[in-house]
């Protein structure tokens, strides 16, 4: 099973180019393992990190499937159910906020939407922009630091001052102020999907200098590694090096950092939602149905807590499996 | 109309004794607070609500404590815009005539203060003379004369000094802006307008020139009242108004506190409206409208001088525990969605219709608060207050009756003969500082949804509304095909109410209010009828004419008559609501049951 398997491996995939490059070829061949496979081993082991791993791919199967599943409950995130509201108060009629058969985690108070349907539909908006915002600043991250690392000087400082920059800016402040001047239609969106795309736009482009400085820290150390010198005496180009030898061995820190920045993210966008700047009604946001719960604190509390509890597992399990992620493929990490 | 009002007060004063009666049964067997309560003698739920609450129990004495949520905008009552101002100004200012003390709809008409008696018209109109009474004072003890009335009303025409107040003083008495107002005033004595007679100190004398049926009512807003000239400090004034009322200041902070005491140069037998219970009055501003919620339950205030209602949290709170302190009344307000001919296809009055049919009206009000916090469902654009209107007895689109969950098939019809049959799309713009606003919205794009017409929210700045929704080129441009909004009386009267909103003449390039751009002679015509009519039955004729023709152009798709849930401490004696004020308590008699 090892030998017809690995051999091309070991020539082809750049992946294991780090581990190679410190381990000999000997030990190697006797492993036979690749790092990710590695990796894998390790974390297969953290029972935090995998539980935290299934929980994220629940939430993206939930997300995904979200019309599904409400149907099947038979409910529309949109749609009203005023006869369960007491009139006098504007609070559902039922105890914990309304929970019934029918509305699993309760109805919102004054328009008796079903919670368990918004939060299904919340679910997709708050891990499109928590994904999509993370891909937009490590493609910015990555390029920008890779350049910065690998060819010094006026490139590198030019960049890191953008990035230092960038960590100063106050964005909460500049996604306000950006969005309440953005059009109602662009680039044949309306409505919503001017608001996620800008939403992930900003949070991405504020995001990049994050990965931007390790990767741009770590290709520092890398460019002067031998294979590098070796690559460069057998007359390989620049854009090769960047992008063959040094990329390949960025992946780690990379997807460590991807992984702690999805939650991060996500937490933006409830921030930015509970502020108004979110996604427009009557897409269901967590964020919004939080900053609607305020009213009702006291009177309806199982509407605060449910989208808090939503915000809260999603963020812990991505933190969960990102921790276990890093552990796994950087053993020497300071934990 | 008058039938109506009996019964509803009726039905007000059974649900008063439903509610205290069961009130009796919790405290009996819970106990705690609401015991409490009753001993303190709460007079019971909507007890204060157009009629007058434990008018025998007010002692002379005691600090009668006010806190709020917002300041007002000015206490120079040159300036101030606040229906709750206007009415707290009385403490401190008099004016030739006022709004009587009394509760409900007798609280709108007009009684003489200053004056001896209401106006003595002639010209067709156009002439108006009052005589001064004798022992009006203002608190350094000199007497109020003819001159210091006219000094303060001439104070309107300097609205680049003293901006932010009503203007309808210079609107009917110099509408083409010939003065310059007191500051600029060439004349050594500051009193060169010329529209103003004082043939002597006890004698004023108004020629307009144009009758207008409301000009007595204007004279009774509180910027009308009589400001001295030595003691004028212009854009200062608000910081001390010097008084001419039964209060003086004494400490002003703005935004933190103001105390009032008793002025002690005026005379109780000068004046014949106001009581002066209270030795002291005091407000004490809160950031948080829970906040003060909570310092109303607690007793540690007497009542909101905001006086717009509790908020959702505080309003829950009182509504279960401490129903016998609250109070019911219509605000004056009416909340509504109106609809701009400049945008497509909103310039088509059958597409106009289908949103008013296809709207879901119960849901719209549970989205404003319901029947009790939110009001009665809006059938037309006179709010109850206002002299003809005919309440929910008008309902065009059977807005409260068949049509009241919204008429789907009555909708799509009317979207045919509007060229839509397949809806179309359009944006809602909302306050995005109002939460009950967006919540409104939302019912309203959920409703129109189901008969395809397709609705996108645009929540704007909601303290910028006059270069928003108020600019009508804006609103064409952004799309706008429907502003949320809602509209209270200046003075009780059609006037007070619509002219702005519904007159061709009032549509402005800025601060617009005719938002649906209302170009109807028939309507211009009969505003004109009515200043011209002195007689009042004719006037609430006129008003009610007016209002059907409103009605009938489909501009207009009305949510809610305001009620609002108000609290009434227990300290409180002589509390009733007035229409002058919108449906507020009148603070002005207010009293205490103990001068401790």
Redesign the interface.
């Known amino acids: 099973m090892t030998a017809p398997l690995h051999e091309p491996t070991a020539e082809a995939a750049p992946s294991a180019a780090e581990e190679a490059a410190v381990v000999s070829a000997d030990a190697k061949a006797v492993q036979g393992r690749s790092l990710g496979r590695i990796a894998w081993e390790r974390l297969k082991r953290d029972k935090l990190a995998l539980t935290g791993g299934v929980v994220v791919l629940v939430l993206i199967v939930i997300a995904l499937l979200a019309p599904v599943i409400t149907n099947l409950v038979g409910q529309d995130p949109d749609a009203y159910h005023e006869n369960l509201i007491d009139p006098l108060f504007g609070t559902p009629t039922g105890s914990l906020g309304g929970i019934s058969g029918d509305h699993l985690l309760g109805i919102e108070p004054v328009n008796g939407r079903d919670i368990f349907a918004r939060i299904l539909y919340g679910a997709q908006i708050s891990l499109l922009v928590g994904f999509l915002s993370a891909v937009v600043a490590v493609i910015l991250g990555t390029v920008l630091g890779i350049l910065a690392g690998f060819f010094g000087g006026w490139v590198d400082s030019a960049i890191s001052r953008v990035m230092d920059g960038l960590l100063a800016f106050p964005q909460l402040l500049f996604i306000i102020a950006l969005v309440s001047v953005m059009p109602n239609e662009m680039l044949g969106l309306s409505g919503t999907g001017v608001r996620v795309f800008v939403m992930i736009l900003v949070i991405g482009f504020f995001g990049w200098p994050y990965i931007g400085r390790v990767v741009r820290g770590q290709t520092l150390s890398l460019r002067e590694r031998e294979y590098v010198e070796a690559a460069r005496s057998l007359g390989a180009g620049r854009f090769y090096i960047l992008f063959k030898e040094l990329l390949p061995n960025l992946v780690a820190p990379i997807i460590v950092y991807t992984t702690m920045m999805i939650p991060t993210n996500i937490l933006t966008e409830a921030a930015l939602s509970f502020l108004g700047v979110g996604v427009k009604p009557p897409t269901a946001s967590w964020g919004q149905m939080l900053s609607n719960a305020i009213d009702y604190y006291d009177s309806d509390p199982m509407y605060m807590v449910v989208p808090g509890v939503a915000i809260f597992i999603t963020v812990l399990a991505f933190n969960l499996f990102g921790d276990g992620v890093r552990d796994a493929l950087d053993p020497k990490g300071s934990r | 109309m008058t039938t109506q009002r009996t019964s509803g007060r009726r039905k007000q004063a059974m649900a008063a004794a439903a509610v205290v009666a069961a009130l009796l049964t919790t405290a009996a067997c819970g106990g705690g607070k609401d015991s409490d309560g009753s001993k303190n003698g709460a007079a019971g739920f909507d007890a204060a609500n157009n009629k007058v609450a434990q008018a025998s129990l007010a002692k002379k004495g005691g600090t009668l404590r006010f806190g709020g949520a917002q300041d007002a905008d000015s206490w120079d009552t040159t300036r101030g815009y606040y229906g709750f101002a206007w009415n707290f100004m009385r403490y401190y200012s008099r004016q030739l005539v006022t709004n009587k003390t009394e509760p409900g709809k007798e609280g709108a008409k007009l009684t003489p203060d200053l004056a001896t008696g209401l106006a003595k018209v002639s010209d067709g109109g156009k002439t108006y003379t009052y005589t001064l009474r004798d022992g009006i004072t203002w608190e350094d003890g000199k007497p109020i004369t003819s001159k210091d009335i006219k000094y303060g009303i001439e104070r309107v025409w300097a609205q680049d000094v003293l901006s932010g107040g009503p203007t309808y003083l210079k609107d009917f008495l110099d509408p083409d802006g010939k003065y310059q107002g007191p500051y600029k005033d060439k004349a050594a004595d500051h009193l060169g307008l010329k529209a103003i007679d004082t043939p002597d100190d006890k004698t004023i004398v108004f020629h307009l020139p144009k009758a207008n049926a409301d000009f007595e009512e204007v004279l009774a807003l509180t910027s009308a009242s009589p400001v001295r000239q030595d003691q004028d400090t212009k854009s200062k004034y608000s910081l001390h108004p010097f008084s001419s009322g039964p209060y003086k200041f004494e400490s002003y902070n703005p935004g933190k506190d103001l105390t009032l005491v008793r002025n002690t140069n005026w005379k109780q037998s000068s004046d014949p409206v106001r009581k002066a219970y209270p030795d002291k009055i005091t407000i004490k501003f809160f950031s948080n409208a829970n906040d003060l919620d909570q310092r109303l339950i607690n007793g540690d205030i007497d009542l909101d001088i905001n006086q717009t209602g509790m908020?959702?949290?505080g309003?829950?709170?009182a509504?279960k525990q401490h129903k016998a302190n609250l109070d019911n009344p219509v605000s004056g307000y009416i909340r509504y969605a109106v609809f701009p001919q400049s945008v497509k296809p909103f310039d088509n009055i059958h597409c106009r219709n289908a949103v008013i049919y296809g709207a879901?009206h119960?849901?719209l009000q549970?989205?404003r608060?319901?029947?009790?916090?939110g009001g009665d469902i809006g059938t037309n654009m006179l709010p109850p207050s206002v002299p003809g209107s005919e309440g929910q007895k008008y309902d065009p689109f059977e807005l409260a009756g068949a049509n009241k969950t919204g008429n789907a098939a009555k909708a799509k019809e009317e979207l045919k003969a509007c060229g839509q049959p397949n809806g179309f799309k359009t944006?809602i713009a909302v306050r995005?500082n109002k939460?009950v606003e967006?919540?409104t919205?939302?019912?309203l794009?959920?409703s129109l949804?189901k008969i395809g017409i397709t609705a996108?929210?645009?929540?704007y700045?909601g303290s910028q509304t006059t270069g928003i929704i108020g600019s009508p080129s804006n609103v064409k441009k952004?799309?706008y095909g429907v502003i949320i909004m809602g509209w209270g009386p200046d003075f009780p009267t059609v006037q007070g109410f619509g002219l702005p909103l519904w007159d061709s003449k009032y549509i402005l390039q800025s601060g617009n209010n005719n938002y649906a751009l209302i170009k109807d002679k028939a309507i211009d015509g009969l505003f004109n009828d009515y200043v011209n009519t002195l007689d009042e039955a004719k006037k609430t004729q006129i008003a009610t004419q007016i209002n059907h023709k409103v009605m009938e152009g489909g501009y207009y798709l009305p949510f809610v008559f305001e009620k609002f849930i108000n609290w009434r401490g227990d300290r409180l004696a002589n509390v009733y609501t007035t229409d002058a004020y919108s449906g507020q308590y009148d603070f002005v008699n207010l009293g205490l049951k103990s001068a401790k």
Do not use: E, F, M, Y
């Open positions: 908020s959702p949290q309003r829950t709170a509504l879901d119960v849901s549970t989205a608060g319901g029947p009790v916090a944006t995005n939460p967006v919540a919205a939302q019912s794009q959920a949804k996108d929210i645009d929540q700045d952004k799309g």
